[in-house]
């Protein structure tokens, strides 16, 4: 999977902040999202099928230091959307 790939899945989804925002890749399968409130990292795990979302450390001036936010099991629909990808279908398989 590519980081346009993970963008445009977690679009699809419509999982990505409403507001306006810059994105750009940070893994294959995490993407890095900066909004004018914060900053969030989006991570599509392909083992165990979900979405994990850490926020960035307003206080804190090391760009690396992202904390915990929410876990999202994908539902049926995403899950089978997400393994049309070759590559996840490579993986979980």
């Given at each position: 999977?590519?980081?346009?790939?993970?963008?445009?899945?977690?679009?699809?989804?419509?999982?990505?902040?409403?507001?306006?925002?810059f994105?750009?890749p940070?893994?294959?399968?995490?993407i890095?999202?900066?909004?004018?409130?914060?900053?969030?990292?989006?991570?599509?795990?392909?083992?165990?099928?979900?979405?994990?979302?850490?926020?960035?450390?307003?206080r804190?001036?090391?760009?690396?230091?992202?904390?915990?936010?929410?876990?999202?099991?994908?539902?049926s629909?995403?899950?089978?959307?997400?393994?049309?990808?070759?590559?996840?279908?490579n993986?979980?398989?």
């Amino acid at each position: 999977m590519t980081p346009n790939e993970t963008y445009s899945f977690l679009d699809s989804c419509r999982l990505l902040p409403p507001q306006i925002y810059f994105w750009k890749p940070f893994t294959k399968t995490t993407i890095y999202v900066d909004t004018a409130q914060r900053s969030l990292l989006y991570h599509v795990d392909l083992y165990d099928m979900t979405i994990s979302i850490f926020a960035g450390d307003r206080r804190s001036e090391l760009s690396e230091h992202f904390l915990p936010v929410q876990t999202i099991d994908l539902n049926s629909a995403q899950t089978k959307m997400l393994k049309s990808y070759e590559y996840v279908e490579n993986v979980t398989h």
